[in-house]
């Protein structure tokens, strides 16, 4: 085990060190002058040639690289241009919001994924699997962050149930947080869980077609208890494997949400800053979002190895 | 002698050709007989007409104000009502579905051209696989939209950026199945016999290999096309994409946001739109996926 977490922690380091470089490449990409683009168009050359020399930007290409790998070692990534505080901190610091979102949607994708699946393939070919393959494939199909305007409509305007946005954290109360995540989390859950259906309707349905699960119906056990002792368990192997890659989709997508919304999180701090021209703050949200989604598919690789030995003695 | 073999070569081309054709056929037939790629190539079908016939179709100038006409709920005259502007939503959604499917195709076509370049690369420069692969993981680390959103923010509000940066993070992906394909196909006999024959590398790669890794690449970039269309929603909705007036179906749905109290409609049939054009795709692709691959066909419309 100890080993496979080596190899696993090895494997991820050139996928940082892509990560840094493109993070860093987003600042040198904006076209023309990037000191005007942050002062504005009616800056002056001097207070443009303050930024450049802020900023490490008169110096050349390889030793504000260098720089900027010397920083970001010590967990340095620099200052917002707008909210004069470090970026690390700016970031770390709404980190939590968006990863327990994208937690709370992940678990409702997962909940309802699954029960939809078992529902389609426990009644394979009846409206039932017709029915709940249908909203699967709608829930694929749908823009997440519009679907979140639409319960926005129904939920908070019309039926006044909840709140149309903002954020109660935890600690405040438990009642308001749970208030303010639903509907966020609901409407980032809505595509993953189209997966996730589709995902469980067909492994179900290819694990009720083995030979363990006719030898256990032939020896007389109930239906129902083939169906969730045997026949889910295994379709559900899958579904974990997946875990990881939706974390990401999940992660990306509360961007959008969290805007959606107005809730505090690394999304919407993202947002704001590509608004106001915050470049380094871009820069820090994307790579500490992009390091958070290496580290979970660490973890969900560690619980994958744990549940199925036949993965970690694998290369 | 040789005006005989001649004769043999040509009539073997022939005969080669008319199976060929026939091979064709029967895949035809066999995806049209499919009823999800059924109904999603007809619904899909009426959007792309909408869109290509948007001057025609579009009962008004979608960029026209009417300020007798603001805020006009879904009637005869406006089927989809009028935004803040008095515009025609209905005339802006068909306006909005042209520049999205413009986009979405694009981004296919680019993503297509560059995933098979650098799949072949990997697949068959063993000494250009590791560090292109490497450099694929990398940028599929960016969860989800997230370095798309980044690449619009600083290339600048664009449709033509907004290409750029969905082709960028989409690429990796499309190269990878290109590559994995390359792998399979290298190694079997045919490549080999095409190799004792005296077949040169380009050959080899565009007849033998590029031309049997197609069916997985086409299922890919069916799905990327509905992707993209999702994601330059999001963009425009951000907007980092194309800049307004320009109605693109992410900046009507971004203007509706502010009267979502008042008039939801302004929000809520652009959606539909992107809706409908991501299921006709999704259904399309599924349908492909089934009639190409034979493993899955048989678990009927799985996964």
């Known amino acids: 085990m100890i080993g496979f977490l080596a190899r696993r922690l090895l494997s991820a380091l050139p996928v940082l060190l892509v990560v840094s470089l493109v993070s860093f490449v987003i600042i040198a990409i904006v076209p023309g002058d990037v000191t005007a683009e942050i002062a504005g168009a009616d800056s002056t050359e001097a207070q443009r040639a303050e930024i450049r020399e802020r900023l490490g930007l008169d110096k050349p290409m390889v030793e504000q690289a260098l720089r900027w790998y010397g920083r970001l070692l010590q967990g340095d990534l620099g200052q917002s241009y707008l909210l004069n505080r470090p970026v690390t901190e700016a970031v770390l610091e709404r980190l939590p919001v968006t990863l327990s979102l994208a937690g709370l949607a992940l678990v409702m994708a997962v909940a309802l994924g699954v029960l939809l699946g078992?529902?389609?393939?426990?009644?394979?070919?009846?409206?039932?699997?017709?029915?709940?393959?249908?909203?699967?494939?709608?829930?694929?199909?749908?823009?997440?962050?519009?679907?979140?305007?639409?319960?926005?409509?129904?939920?908070?305007?019309?039926?006044?149930?909840?709140?149309?946005?903002?954020?109660?954290?935890?600690?405040?109360?438990?009642?308001?947080?749970?208030?303010?995540?639903?509907?966020?989390?609901?409407?980032?859950?809505?595509?993953?869980?189209?997966?996730?259906?589709?995902?469980?309707?067909?492994?179900?349905?290819?694990?009720?077609?083995?030979?363990?699960?006719?030898?256990?119906?032939?020896?007389?056990?109930?239906?129902?208890?083939?169906?969730?002792?045997?026949?889910?368990?295994?379709?559900?192997?899958?579904?974990?494997?997946?875990?990881?890659?939706?974390?990401?989709?999940?992660?990306?997508?509360?961007?959008?949400?969290?805007?959606?919304?107005?809730?505090?999180?690394?999304?919407?701090?993202?947002?704001?800053?590509?608004?106001?021209?915050?470049y380094p703050i871009i820069q820090g949200g994307l790579l500490i979002t992009a390091a958070t989604f290496v580290f979970v598919n660490i973890l969900v690789d560690l619980a994958y190895g744990w549940l199925d030995p036949r993965v970690r003695n694998d290369g | 002698m040789t005006a005989e073999a001649d004769a043999d070569t040509a009539s073997l081309r022939r005969e080669i050709a008319r199976a060929r054709r026939r091979g064709w056929m029967r895949f035809l037939k066999r995806l049209f007989s499919h009823r999800s790629f059924q109904v999603g190539f007809a619904l899909f079908s009426v959007i792309v007409l909408l869109a290509l016939f948007a001057d025609l179709v579009a009962p008004y100038d979608p960029n026209r104000n009417d300020y007798r006409n603001l805020l006009a709920p879904p009637s005869m005259l406006h089927p989809f009502g009028t935004d803040g502007f008095g515009r025609d939503i209905f005339s802006r959604v068909i306006h909005g579905t042209r520049i999205s499917l413009g986009i979405g195709i694009s981004v296919v076509v680019m993503t297509g051209l560059f995933g098979v370049v650098l799949g072949m690369l990997a697949g068959y420069v063993r000494w250009l696989d590791n560090a292109l692969m490497r450099l694929m993981d990398g940028l599929m680390a960016f969860p989800g939209v997230l370095l798309a959103i980044a690449l619009a923010a600083a290339l600048g509000p664009s449709a033509l950026n907004a290409v750029i940066a969905l082709t960028i993070t989409f690429t990796p992906r499309t190269a990878r199945i290109v590559r994995s394909s390359v792998l399979v196909i290298r190694e079997l006999p045919y490549v080999e016999a095409a190799l004792a024959v005296g077949a040169g590398h380009a050959r080899i790669i565009v007849r033998y290999i590029l031309a049997n890794a197609l069916s997985p690449l086409i299922v890919q970039l069916t799905f990327v096309f509905a992707v993209s269309i999702l994601a330059e929603a999001i963009l425009s909705f951000l907007g980092v994409g194309p800049p307004p007036p320009a109605p693109s179906l992410g900046n009507i749905i971004a203007e509706g946001r502010s009267y979502l109290q008042d008039a939801s409609w302004i929000a809520f049939f652009p959606g539909m739109a992107i809706a409908a054009a991501v299921l006709g795709l999704n259904l399309m692709g599924d349908g492909l996926r089934d009639v190409t691959d034979p493993r899955l066909a048989s678990q009927r419309g799985a996964g």
């Open chain 1, 118 to 278: 078992i529902l389609a393939a426990i009644r394979h070919g009846t409206w039932l699997d017709q029915g709940s393959m249908s909203l699967a494939l709608f829930g694929l199909s749908i823009p997440d962050f519009w679907f979140g305007l639409i319960l926005i409509v129904v939920f908070s305007v019309q039926l006044g149930w909840l709140p149309t946005g903002g954020y109660v954290p935890a600690s405040e109360s438990i009642v308001g947080w749970a208030r303010s995540m639903t509907l966020p989390a609901l409407a980032l859950a809505i595509t993953q869980m189209g997966v996730v259906a589709r995902m469980t309707r067909a492994s179900m349905l290819e694990v009720m077609g083995e030979d363990y699960i006719r030898t256990a119906r032939a020896k007389g056990m109930r239906r129902h208890v083939v169906i969730f002792k045997h026949a889910l368990r295994n379709a559900l192997i899958p579904i974990v494997t997946v875990v990881g890659v939706m974390t990401g989709v999940l992660l990306g997508g509360a961007v959008v949400i969290e805007s959606v919304f107005s809730l505090p999180g690394v999304g919407r701090l993202i947002i704001g800053a590509i608004q106001r021209r915050d």
